[in-house]
């Protein structure tokens, strides 16, 4: 998508203003940036074929830490997979947070979670 509209989805937006804008923006030399953002045609079936939760359990008794955001379009997949998830595991969600604040917005990362999970099962 090069630019919004009227119509344009909520969560097109959201990627939108993320990877078309200067904050996650990445134009390698010799690209354009007509294409720079764009899956590749075979993206979208390598994603069909392969589901990441299916065998989810057989990483316990690894603990799990599930961070997202309560506002993120990818928090039904966040608590699917910890649902599926065998223990130990954790779930946070992060108050006011998206699916791309995530990747950058430090003030809304978690650390201190990160830093009490990892705490407590690396210790």
């Known amino acids: 998508m090069q630019e919004l509209t009227a119509d344009t989805h909520p969560i097109q937006r959201e990627f939108y ?4 804008t200067p904050r996650g923006e990445f134009t390698p030399p010799g690209a ?3 294409t720079s953002t764009h ?3 075979t993206s979208n079936v390598n994603f069909m074929n392969f589901y990441p ?8 008794p690894r603990p799990m830490l599930f961070i997202t955001g309560d506002q993120a ?10 649902r599926r998830a065998a223990e130990p595991k954790e779930l946070h969600y992060v108050a ?3 699916h791309v604040d995530l990747y950058d917005r430090a003030n809304l990362i978690p650390f ?12």
């Not at 203003?17 to 078309?20: C, G, P, S």
């Not at 379009?73 to 910890?82: L, N, P, T």
Request: overall charge negative.
């Open 53 to 60: 939760f299916n065998d989810i359990e057989t990483i316990s």
């Open 39 to 41: 899956p590749t045609l």
């Open 73 to 82: 379009h990818s928090r039904e997949f966040s608590k699917d997979a910890y």
């Open 32 to 34: 354009t940036r007509l």
């Open 96 to 98: 006011g947070a998206g």
């Open 17 to 20: 203003d993320f990877y078309r």
């Open 112 to 123: 201190d979670t990160l830093a009490a999970f990892f705490n407590r099962y690396l210790a």
